[in-house]
């Protein structure tokens, strides 16, 4: 048999201690569910809560698709975070924090209830923030950062992370979508040995806009010199000290916002994803448990950043809340060597590692020998989300870094769903490499057709949770209507709008999911998600460019780049055209936008209603044949005019 068709069972010894140890277990839970669904949650919601009060109803769908879990019960999320674990482990290392440089800082439970009480008061008295105020965070990679987060969920005010990679226009315009009234950030960080720097960033977003923003709390880091605002710009350090370790909970509604993530959709501006309180942190906590298997003692490493979904589930929430140790990386894993993830994982003693397709197919690119140089036999679990991960980087993975032992989980979810919802469980499920494998127990997805009729096996439909879930958005931050409209418009089952989550899937005949990506206009780098409407928009801010059109490309590397096609204006021409464009880019959006490829066309394939058609866009980007019908187009020539293009742009670089 071919390695790619081989199925994994589980490791029967692992198996042997995992929390659901067969497949029998997982369909029975998932009966369970089937059967009283509400039953089901809340079971769980009662059994791993610290309730302040209790809730009393599990699912209202009065208001669908706005539905509320936990109806009017009360909790605080860092009660299950920091509180309930002091009894038994306020010695425990909460936080175990590695900087670029090699610097390492343990902070127990202990000392975390503190850091967060602390900042919770500076956050009240200094600053005067309130339960539902908006704060945003644009931060490195430092423990101050999760400090930040657990304070505003203790006293109710609801934090807006910005990647520290996105742009001041970016981050602006997340800023006054939020209305936030304070900003917090850090002088800089360290990044492969050099110090860089974040505050300038949010100096310039606050020039032009923001005007929500009172104040900026700056986290002293690589202390290098910045510009400072007297009267608006705060140092953390000059104020922390003095503040009370003791903060009280606010009591909150299941119900009330958590946080507010922005992301990127295939229109428009980015949306704010808004998540809440009891049920966000519940699913938090059960997927830990049944997919990383988390138990005392483990050592729980998840490699991504702060900024986006999986650092808030899967580095700060869902650790806390199952009082693992949670590790808190400042640098990137190739620095100084493709040897630093693996030298991390023997030091720190890593039990479950957590990362993403491209950072495993550089690792294995720059060091496929590395992993053998270190001790990883502490390894157990380990784990990919973000993109779809090709059979050999998967089997690499698998067979170097997890010494064959490990069970390889491909994590599907999104910033919408909050925690995991098709996955692999270690303990239990056969995988099959490159295969998210099944819904996890209480998830009801399906792969369906628009008029919500089930895609035959092995075709390739949209995959849809056809039941609300408790982890799931609440809704778009000021704008309920595209919430409606992007995840309850576009498939009807039983004459019930049903959440379609843009990607599509496939069902093999064991009944196993792939996922096979995106079907909208949002493309996927290095785990990345940026819409492409986005991009065109940061582009046709030049005023020489008549038209636009951005695509993805597959990359062996990043999953995929991203692909220009440009119009010029009449006459103009910019011999220097790919720098500027990724210049625009870099200013509207940040790096991570940047494209691969730019290419000047002579015009757009568009159909005579004046649709430009992204299909034949994506193929000629790929090298591809074109089978479809171009007869339909406005101007069928202007494919063969494209196609050369991009072969001459091909052939210079
Ligand atoms: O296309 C899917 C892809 O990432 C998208 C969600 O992106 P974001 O909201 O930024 O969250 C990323 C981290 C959860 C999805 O719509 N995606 C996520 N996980 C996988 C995946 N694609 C394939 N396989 C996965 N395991």
């Not at 229109?267 to 298997?293: R, S």
């Not at 418009?489 to 096979?516: L, N, Q, R």
Request: glycine share 8%; charged share 25%; with cysteine.
């Amino acid at each position: 048999m071919h390695e790619h068709n081989k199925i994994y069972p589980p490791n029967p010894e692992f198996a042997a201690q995992a929390r659901i140890k067969s497949m029998d277990e997982y369909h029975a839970l998932m009966n369970e569910a089937k059967e009283d669904y509400e039953g089901f949650w809340k079971k769980y919601a009662d059994e791993k809560i610290d309730w302040l009060a209790p809730y009393d109803k599990v699912l209202d769908e009065s208001d669908a698709p706005f539905y509320k879990w936990f109806t009017n019960g009360k909790l605080n999320v860092t009660i299950q975070c920091i509180d309930r674990h002091l009894k038994e482990k306020a010695d425990q290392t909460a936080i175990l924090f590695e900087g670029d440089r090699g610097d390492i800082e343990k902070i127990s439970y202990q000392e975390l209830s503190v850091k967060v009480n602390k900042f919770a008061n500076l956050l009240k008295e200094k600053f005067g923030v309130k339960k539902g105020d908006r704060v945003v965070l644009y931060m490195p990679m430092i423990p101050e950062a999760a400090y930040a987060m657990l304070a505003c969920a203790r006293i109710g005010a609801i934090h807006s992370v910005v990647f520290g990679g996105f742009s001041a226009e970016a981050l602006r315009d997340r800023i006054d979508d939020a209305g936030a009234k304070l900003v917090i950030t850090a002088d800089g960080a360290y990044r492969k040995g050099k110090p860089y720097l974040l505050k300038p960033v949010v100096d310039k977003a606050l020039e032009s806009g923001a005007e929500s923003v009172e104040a900026v709390l700056v986290v002293e880091r690589n202390r290098e010199l910045i510009d400072w605002v007297e009267g608006r710009d705060h140092k953390y350090y000059e104020l922390i000290e003095v503040m009370s370790p003791v903060c009280e909970p606010e009591m909150m509604d299941s119900e009330d916002p958590l946080f507010l993530l922005y992301t990127s959709g295939s229109t428009g501006k980015p949306k704010g994803v808004q998540h809440a309180q009891a049920g966000y942190i519940l699913w938090a906590q059960m997927t830990m448990e049944w997919v990383f298997d988390i138990k005392e003692g483990d050592v729980y490493w998840c490699t991504a950043d702060i900024g986006w979904i999986t650092g808030h589930t899967y580095i700060v929430y869902g650790p806390l809340a199952a009082g693992t140790t949670t590790v808190m990386f400042e640098g990137v894993p190739t620095y100084p060597d493709a040897g630093r993830a693996w030298k991390m994982v023997e030091e720190h003693k890593i039990s479950q590692f957590y990362t993403a397709p491209t950072a495993i197919r550089v690792l294995h690119t720059m060091g496929p020998d590395e992993p053998k140089k270190y001790d990883l036999s502490t390894l157990k679990v380990l784990g990919t989300v973000g993109e779809p991960i090709d059979p050999p980087a998967w089997i690499w993975y698998h067979d170097v870094v997890g010494g064959g032992r490990c069970a390889v989980v491909d994590t599907w979810w999104q910033t919408e769903t909050g925690g995991h919802m098709i996955s692999p469980l270690p303990g239990a499920t056969p995988i099959k490499p490159s295969c998210a494998t099944f819904p996890l127990p209480g998830i009801m997805a399906e792969i369906l057709q628009r008029d919500g009729s089930p895609v035959e096996t092995g075709e390739t439909g949209l995959l849809c949770i056809t039941k609300p879930w408790p982890s799931m958005i609440r809704t778009i931050w000021g704008d309920p209507e595209r919430f409606k409209k992007s995840y309850f418009g576009d498939v009807v089952k039983d004459g019930k709008p049903v959440y379609f989550s843009g990607d599509g899937a496939m069902m093999d005949e064991d009944g196993y999911i792939t996922i096979t990506g995106r079907v909208d206009d949002v493309i996927n780098v290095s785990g990345h998600r940026l819409g492409t409407a986005e991009i065109e928009a940061a582009v046709a801010e030049d005023e020489h460019i008549a038209e636009v059109a951005v695509v993805g490309k597959p990359h062996p590397i990043k999953g995929e780049s991203i692909f220009i096609y440009v119009v010029p204006k009449e006459g103009h021409v910019n011999p220097d055209i790919k720098k500027h464009i990724n210049t625009l880019i870099a200013q509207e959006i940040g790096n991570i936008a940047k494209a691969d490829d730019i290419v000047e066309v002579p015009g757009l394939p568009k159909t005579r209603s004046g649709k430009i058609m992204r299909r034949i866009l994506r193929a000629i980007a790929k090298g591809e044949e074109i089978k479809q019908d171009i007869s339909t187009l406005e101007d069928p020539s202007i494919v063969g005019k494209i196609q050369e293009a991009v072969r001459q742009a091909t052939q210079n670089d």
